[in-house]
């Protein structure tokens, strides 16, 4: 099952990085989402909350991109590194980091998004 959670998981970064953000079957409707330790760390649960607080956001970035390098098959979690870049909307300020993502899926739809700066945080979070 597990190799099934990293395809449903690339499925939805391959929409996203059409510009597809159409796919939400993806997503279980009460997803629980969590921006664990970035600058503005929020949760949020439901799919309309979870876009709301995503697309708020993103308001402080121009050209925000957030590509996958690595997706790590961690049973019920798939781990994700992703190189994001983009520039401060106010300040100019370029930023370009390495990230990861945890996503769990349960019976074939996410049901956690979970954001972080600290990879190996991620890490230890995709493991339990």
Known sequence: MSE?????????????????????????PEIDFEMVDWPHQTRARG???MWRTWRASLTAWDDFRAVPSE????????LVINHIQGSGK????????????????DSGRVVRLALYWDIARAREAAAD
């Open 4 to 28: 099934e959670n990293v395809e449903i998981v690339r499925r939805v970064y391959e929409g996203w990085a059409q510009g597809d953000f159409s796919r939400i079957e993806a997503f279980d």
């Open 47 to 49: 799919i309309e909350e």
């Open 71 to 78: 997706y790590v098959d961690c049973g019920r979690n798939v």
């Open 90 to 105: 106010e300040s100019g300020a370029e930023v370009s980091a390495e990230t990861a993502t945890v996503w769990t899926v």
